[in-house]
């Protein structure tokens, strides 16, 4: 078993004592979506995907964040797909956050757990089902891969959080550490999904403004975060989907360490025209 804990959606809806204003926020510059609000009503089923439905934190969307698509994906016992991907020219991260999946990728079995990390490129194959007896929950962050000529597209791999070393951000006294599941100067890879630590206390000490879009699902703990101009509290469980641009920071509130799965586009150059995507190959 994985030595960390992963949030997934609860079910169900609140009964009807509960109040009605929760958390979530959507502005220009971002969106914060609360574990609070992913309820049943809010998922949708996939085509091609058998038992299965979804809830779809982040798609591309003009004047917001365009590169990217996110999911936390559940699979009931004896689901799947085995044509899981419906993009020739797609690239993905799977991250495991409940349950025993087994996933057949470029013709080789994987039986996964909570923590697994799985890089899929855009040349490979794959289908997944849950042969458990109980359900499966797992991120799915879909990109459509930026071609380079002269660059070679990333191979697939399965890893695990708890195989990763973390490496310390410097001059933080150790309380800020990032995973690195790929190698941030190989330039076949146009993003990176890397999981990001902070103890109790410890902060992102200025307010980061970048071209890179994130989307950040919170693993585990609870912080301050800054997007934009405002404060937000967030917890184990929430999805924030922030903007090009868009100001960060944040200040981990404790008990226990606050860690949460990244998305962010790098390496390529950015496009010159203003309404279109990285062209697919």
């Known amino acids: 078993m994985s030595q960390h804990t992963y949030a997934a959606p609860v079910t169900g809806l609140p009964d009807q004592s509960q109040r009605t204003v929760d958390r979530a926020v959507f502005k220009t510059a971002?969106?914060?979506?609360?574990?609070?609000?992913?309820?049943?009503?809010?998922?949708?089923?996939?085509?091609?995907?058998?038992?299965?439905?979804?809830?779809?934190?982040?798609?591309?969307?003009?004047?917001?964040?365009?590169?990217?698509?996110?999911?936390?994906?559940?699979?009931?016992?004896?689901?799947?797909?085995?044509?899981?991907?419906?993009?020739?020219?797609?690239?993905?991260?799977?991250?495991?956050?409940?349950?025993?999946?087994?996933?057949?990728?470029?013709?080789?079995?994987?039986?996964?757990?909570?923590?697994?990390?799985?890089?899929?490129?855009?040349?490979?194959?794959?289908?997944?089902?849950?042969?458990?007896?109980?359900?499966?929950?797992?991120?799915?962050?879909?990109?459509?891969?930026?071609?380079?000529?002269?660059?070679?597209?990333?191979?697939?791999?399965?890893?695990?959080?708890?195989?990763?070393?973390?490496t310390t951000m410097p001059d933080c006294n150790g309380v800020w550490a990032t995973s690195r599941f790929v190698d941030p100067d190989d330039l076949s890879h146009d993003m990176h999904v890397t999981i990001v630590t902070f103890q109790p206390g410890g902060v992102i000490p200025f307010s980061e403004t970048h071209v890179m879009e994130h989307g950040l699902y919170v693993l585990e703990g609870k912080a301050v975060y800054q997007l934009n101009e405002d404060w937000v509290e967030v917890e184990a469980g929430d999805f924030m989907w922030l903007r090009a641009f868009c100001p960060q920071a944040c200040y981990a509130a404790g008990p226990g360490p606050f860690r949460y799965l990244l998305y962010k586009d790098v390496n390529r150059h950015p496009g010159l025209d203003a309404t279109a995507l990285p062209e697919a190959r």
């Open 30 to 166: 971002y969106a914060v979506i609360p574990r609070g609000v992913m309820r049943d009503i809010v998922t949708s089923r996939l085509p091609h995907w058998r038992d299965t439905r979804a809830w779809i934190l982040a798609r591309p969307l003009s004047g917001f964040a365009e590169t990217f698509a996110q999911y936390i994906v559940e699979v009931a016992p004896g689901g799947g797909s085995d044509m899981p991907e419906p993009v020739a020219d797609a690239e993905a991260v799977l991250f495991v956050l409940e349950g025993s999946p087994r996933l057949i990728l470029d013709g080789l079995a994987h039986d996964l757990l909570p923590g697994s990390y799985v890089f899929i490129g855009p040349e490979s194959t794959w289908r997944l089902d849950n042969p458990a007896q109980t359900p499966t929950r797992f991120q799915w962050i879909r990109k459509r891969y930026a071609y380079v000529d002269g660059v070679s597209a990333p191979a697939s791999f399965v890893t695990h959080d708890d195989a990763i070393t973390p």
